[in-house]
């Protein structure tokens, strides 16, 4: 089955610093990646859509210039949280997509944690 | 825009007996539908997926859904339910398979009763 990684599970990091996280397509080429913010006890909220070798886009209402996403290969996309405060801590999600879009695969997340 | 209604915020089921949850959908064309289940703290696993054909879908674990068009209802069953389903299962709906993100309900808790 296809698997994709996400790093790390969890971090904490002061507030004002950047933070990255990590998503790998471990065994396909993932032509689209997807980001989302699960807050507690909430569903999950998409962010932003990226493809390798472009400008990922953003949905409403998400600040791309602190949510920072980088899709260079086609196995690998970041997400950078940049002057973290303690509003943004939230479970962050990513999932992948192969190039035959039947679906996309889910990594298990990373818990950010901003004091 | 497309929405995903779970009407069941929490659900307490006795082991061994059936379950079924409930999930609207509004969309527009032709849905992909998804049930997702996530134990805490962790990713999600996908537990079946409708794009087309039969209106009933098998999936893992023993679970099963079915697609009413004319209710725009995606409702999860199980039979039978055992202590290790107890988790956070959320239904989905995209426009393309993988190739968009995908919009989520707020989930259902699925609290297993010995």
């Known amino acids: 089955g296809a698997v994709v990684s996400q790093h790390p599970s969890r971090v904490i990091c002061k507030s004002g610093t950047s933070v990255k996280i990590e998503c790998r397509s471990l065994d396909f080429q993932a032509t689209t990646m997807f980001w989302y913010r699960q807050f507690p006890k909430k569903s999950l909220m998409l962010m932003a859509t990226?493809?390798?070798?472009?400008?990922?886009?953003?949905e409403q209402g998400v600040e791309k210039d602190k949510f920072l996403i980088n899709h260079a290969s086609l196995t690998l996309s970041t997400l950078t949280v940049t002057s973290a405060h303690p509003e943004d801590s939230s479970f962050y999600i990513c999932s992948a997509s192969r190039t035959d879009y039947t679906e996309a695969f889910f990594g298990q997340g990373t818990r950010l944690t901003v004091v | 825009a497309q929405s995903v209604t779970q009407p069941d915020i929490h659900i307490t089921v006795s082991e061994g007996a059936s379950l079924e949850l409930r999930c609207n959908y509004s969309y527009g064309a032709t849905p992909y539908l998804f049930w997702y289940v996530q134990s805490p703290g962790q990713g999600l696993q996908l537990l079946l997926k409708y794009f087309s054909g039969d209106t009933l879908v098998q999936g893992i674990k023993g679970f099963e859904a079915e697609f009413k068009r004319s209710q725009s209802s995606f409702n999860l069953r199980k039979p039978s339910v055992h202590w290790s389903d107890a988790a956070e299962y959320f239904c989905a709906v995209g426009s393309g398979g993988g190739a968009d993100g995908l919009t989520f309900g707020k989930g259902t808790h699925l609290i297993i009763q010995p």
């Open positions: 990226s493809n390798e070798g472009s400008k990922a886009t953003y």
